[in-house]
């Protein structure tokens, strides 16, 4: 089950265990982010320093003026949204490869979904993204893109490094395309595919069959149009058991009824959100290297990111979304 993974790149928020670049000068320490420096390549950037606003700074604010919302600080009423789009803009134009983004949770220029928006009159009426974080989802919407915070899941964390790591191996496939990378990508994908969505797996085998004959760039432009789409939500844990216990079968033949008794009881906690995914996929995955299938040796459902990624921490926050 030993697999070679495609080493990402992901930008990141500086401030997640980088620098000490906050408004207030402090730097914010987060365990998984330092446990993926050595997996990921990563890219920090503080967009608020590379607009020369310094550290420490005066805090920044969104606030909703006449249908358009801006960036400020409320202690002196600079506006400096002009500023942060000019160089977000010139800042993502000028990433050649990048697979996903980290950025700092609720941050009024980071920020992805939560940060808070305030009226002119200096009260919190909605939340929406930050400047830079809102762009960055509209030059970039299929990426694998999130917040420190949500990584804390490990429903929310397995997802976005189960989509990093396979659209980074997808990244290194079209630099140099061809229909046997394709099929064998499709092959190995398969029930990873099948847990994300089983109408786009079928959509996506299709394409690879190419029974009309289109170029490889076609092929392969089609086909990751509907890779994106199949990564657009994690997968419900009702499809993943249905993945395992399909691969289960394989196995079942050779195993002691204790060991069948056991590998559903760790189902069932799963099933009841008590344990991550990677807890029944690994004890499955070991009787497939013990009872060598060939097939399911070669699924990458089994292998999606890292083993050294595999974390069972969890903050109970944000499940279900």
């Known amino acids: 089950m030993k697999r070679e993974f495609v080493k990402p790149k992901v930008v990141v928020s500086k401030c997640l265990t980088f620098d000490a670049c906050r408004y207030n000068g402090a730097v914010i ?33 969104l606030v909703k003026k006449d249908d358009e919302t801006r960036l400020v600080q409320p202690v002196n009423d600079r506006d400096v949204t ?34 808070k928006v305030y009226d002119v009159n200096g009260v919190p009426s909605m939340k929406g993204s930050g400047i830079f974080g809102g762009l960055v989802k509209e030059k970039y919407p299929k990426k694998a893109i999130t ?18 790591y396979t659209l980074s191996e997808f990244r290194q496939l079209k630099a140099e395309p061809a229909m046997a990378k394709l099929v064998n990508f499709q ?11 089983e109408a786009e797996m079928r ?16 092929v392969v432009e089609e086909y990751e149009e509907h890779l994106n789409d199949l990564f657009s939500e994690p997968p419900e844990y009702t499809a993943n058991i249905n993945v395992l216990t399909h691969a289960f079968g394989y196995v079942s033949d050779d195993l002691m009824a204790s060991e069948k008794d056991f590998f559903f009881d760790k189902l069932e906690q799963y099933r009841n959100g008590t344990v991550p995914l990677s807890v029944p996929n ?20 089994f292998t999606p990111y890292p083993q050294g990624l595999v974390e069972i921490k969890d903050s109970g926050k944000g499940r279900g979304l």
């Open 203 to 218: 959509k996506m085998g299709q394409i690879v069959a190419n029974h009309e004959h289109k170029e490889l760039e076609q």
């Open 187 to 197: 092959a190995k994908n398969k029930l990873l595919f099948l847990s994300y969505n």
């Open 29 to 61: 320490n987060d365990d998984f982010i330092e446990q993926l420096k050595s997996f990921v390549d990563f890219t920090p950037i503080c967009p608020e320093v590379e607009i020369a606003l310094g550290v420490p700074r005066k805090a920044l604010r």
């Open 147 to 164: 917040n420190e915070g949500r990584l804390k899941n490990f429903k929310l964390r397995e997802h976005f490094l189960a989509k990093l």
């Open 282 to 301: 690994s004890i499955l995955s070991a009787w497939i290297l013990r009872c060598d299938v060939d097939y399911l040796k070669q699924q990458t459902f």
């Open 82 to 115: 002009t500023e942060m789009k000019e160089f977000t803009h010139e800042y993502l134009d000028s990433l050649e490869e990048v697979d996903g983004f980290i950025l700092k949770n609720r941050s009024p220029s980071c920020g992805t979904r939560d940060s």
